[in-house]
């Protein structure tokens, strides 16, 4: 398999994310270790204060770490998660989260996500993202 | 308006959780600080790896969190939240994420959730979330 | 080696924890999994708004999360950890941090910290840390 | 007050840090916002796996989060931090924490801290930082 054929199969298993694909969110991989997820808020993604809620925050940020800490194709899943909440955001905005890999190391990798207004440019929330690195690849190494 | 009133409107509002009512999770205040959250897992809120997505894990924390540090009905909203995944969960599992509040100051208050498996009690994740509370009632004290 | 014998070579390893010896922190096990700490805070323990320093109840709570990851004898070491400060303290203030796991698995282990004012028995910070266990006995297992 | 001073007006505030006076570690800001911190480990600052305390590490990042986020003369205090732990580092080695901010609202400000080891480069710790911004100043505006 070559190398563009094994990042395609890795793209094409990240698009698997079931809640990614109900909520409408476009998750992409821009190299590996470096993500982006793309969601226009709709109404039904309020809490009872009217502005987008927390869960949907979170779950494009979550969406953004999942794709780059599996995309070299190796299983890692979520140890913590920390998240600041910046300002609000509400239905019809554009929210982006973007997830750089910071470090990878043999056990767990480290991620820096940044969620914002794409429209205004405006910070949303930040999040400090830590994933354990299973012994098993999902898409074999070459 | 009686104790037992500004109980009801508190709850009432509470209610009014639009990504509660989409996901069909039950919120209910236990009494002051203390909340509890109860949701069903459905197929569609899965991610790659096929268990629950950390979204809809964080988004029933979250629900928690925010009846029991809105529950004095005074506006608070999250600054921080910081979460530790355990154990993964599926289809079909009946999650319950409940609150408790540790501290409540002046400007901020802190929480702890436990997110669980309600059949065999395991614990599938934990938060600790910090709010800020806002010099405003949504629900004016008597 | 009696159960006895161990859990005193676990306590022994635990006392050999030199910054804490050098501030003159009391290191105790209360049983597996639980431990906790205890410091007089000395005017060079502070910050330069004439506090406690972040640095020093940090230092507390995180002794009592090794002594309590490490109580079992397996090698334990820091992954994470999310402090929320709450109130200041200040010289003189005799300051406490216990321990309480919440959960061990066989890759990591998850403990929540309270961090208070002995005297007032006020919260002054509130810790979740977890830990990557390795596969490793400091103290071997009868 | 011109400009010059008032900026040294703060610095000299910074350098009020007792503890980091009583540790040896050098406390500079390159801009507001924008802080560096610097301590050759000793054989003190240890824990019981012989390498560095996560006190030692914790209390050098809360050193340049708290010059980063008091840079600007107003007062500014910890309201959560969240630190993961990727490398072991040892006495001798030479460490910095550089804090830089990423947000600046009304009432909290956020902080991405990376600690490494000068001479390898290498990441040994990275932490997310948030601070509670009081409507007060400890070096008036002019």
């Known amino acids: ?3 563009k054929t094994r990042e395609q199969a890795i793209f094409d298993h990240i698009q698997k994310d079931a809640f990614a694909n109900y909520l409408g969110a476009k998750v992409e991989i821009i ?3 470096h993500s982006r997820v793309s969601l226009i808020i709709k109404d039904y993604m309020t809490n009872f204060h ?6 949907i925050i979170f779950a494009i940020s979550d969406m953004a770490f999942a794709a780059a800490c599996n995309s070299h194709g190796k299983i890692a899943v979520a140890l913590n ?9 509400y239905p019809g905005d554009h929210l982006i989260a973007e997830a750089e890999e910071e470090h990878s190391g043999r056990r767990t990798s480290l991620y820096n996500i940044k969620i914002y207004n794409k429209d205004s440019g ?3 929330a930040k999040s400090q993202d830590q994933a354990y690195r299973k012994n098993e690849y999902f898409i074999p190494k070459e």
């Open 122 to 124: 405006e910070l949303i």
């Open 31 to 33: 190299k590996p270790g």
């Open 1 to 3: 398999m070559g190398e």
């Open 81 to 89: 998660v920390s998240i600041c909440f910046l300002k609000p955001s």
């Open 50 to 55: 009217g502005s987008t809620h927390g869960g």
